[in-house]
């Protein structure tokens, strides 16, 4: 083995070392290999951060890169130069994810980026359900051409009837969004405002005009991402029944003779709908815009015209004191 390999084959293992050993500093510095040690030193006091730096806010990620570099005694250009590169890459790194739900429907799954700093007592309410089980083997009951599709209601257990989904207090109104298209929302009973308790739905189309106002507005708690809303549509375009009531839109799957009940093969089950992700954040990229039938924006007081002449004033008397200022140094 030549020198030239063996020096290359020793730092190779420095580096690997610099991943696992937690006082990597000493031995790459006890070893000789002063050039080498700054940046894998860097690279070693990063990793306990790494979970935070993809997770945290932009300022807190230039902090603690700060911090780690300020640690390591690097020269101030080292600093400068890599504190830029590190910005560049932090800031295009994805933002935080929000909670996300996942349903698994006969269809196909699709994922659900709740607004959990938006509407909290909807999200709360809506986890609640999920995390005790309550959708399992729920349906879509109601589909509507051009406007919803509605589940959360009623459960398929193999035979029919179907189960009512038990349900728990009703919860606030917060009608802070607008009901866009691929934004779940929470059904309630017309004419009461707070009344949402299981049932949700999911816009097909921009129901802003329809819904944002409608009953105090219904409260958009989430959206559908990425390609999700292929397996909505999916469900949206199949045959409809009538089964009287709540059941008098049902979507169903092969489902030719009506003479029969149907049951599991025909049903659009949700088999269940799971938390994948429980960051407790709202993702800004994915808000639908604000409900502003509800949330009007506030209205802009123009300035007065005694405002501006203070301004003008207070700007000739910079330049008069300026003046004077200039005229006694000149003296």
């Given at each position: ?90 800031a ?47 349906i879509?009951?109601?589909s ?21 989904v ?25 004419g009461?405002p707070?009344?949402?308790t ?134």
């Amino acid at each position: 083995m030549t020198a030239a390999s063996d020096k290359r084959n020793k730092k190779v293992a420095l580096i690997r070392m610099a991943t696992r050993v937690p006082d990597a500093r000493r031995a790459l510095r006890r070893d000789g290999n002063k050039a080498l040690s700054r940046p894998i030193c860097v690279a070693t006091y990063l990793a306990p951060f790494r979970p935070t730096l993809y997770s945290a806010p932009l300022i807190s990620r230039l902090l603690i890169l700060r911090m780690v570099f300020t640690m390591t005694h690097c020269k101030p250009i080292v600093r400068r130069v890599a504190g830029a590169c590190s910005f560049v890459a932090l800031a295009m790194t994805p933002a935080a994810q929000a909670t996300v739900v996942e349903f698994q429907t006969v269809l196909g799954s699709f994922s659900v980026n709740l607004f959990v700093e938006t509407t909290p007592a909807t999200v709360t309410n809506f986890l609640d359900y999920v995390n005790n089980g309550a959708y399992t083997d729920s349906i879509f009951h109601r589909s509507v051409p051009d406007f919803v599709i509605q589940g959360g209601g009623f459960t398929y257990g193999g035979t029919l009837p179907l189960a009512t989904v038990p349900a728990n207090a009703a919860v606030a109104n917060e009608p802070e969004l607008s009901n866009v298209r691929g934004t779940i929302a929470m059904a309630k009973i017309g004419g009461q405002p707070d009344s949402a308790t299981t049932q949700w739905f999911i816009s097909l189309v921009d129901n802003s005009g329809d819904l944002d106002g409608d009953n105090g507005g219904f409260t958009v708690f989430g959206v559908v991402m990425d390609n999700g809303m292929d397996v909505v549509d999916a469900i949206a375009a199949l045959d409809r029944f009538n089964f009287g009531g709540a059941l008098a839109e049902t979507p169903l799957r092969d489902y030719t003779d009506t003479t029969v009940d149907p049951d599991g093969d025909n049903f659009a089950l949700v088999s269940d709908i799971v938390v994948t992700d429980t960051t407790v954040s709202t993702n800004t990229n994915l808000l639908p815009p604000v409900n502003v039938t509800i949330n009007p924006p506030t209205p802009v007081t123009p300035p007065s015209s005694g405002g501006g002449g203070g301004g003008a004033f207070g700007l000739s008397s910079l330049f008069l004191m300026g003046g004077l200022l200039l005229r006694r140094r000149r003296r």
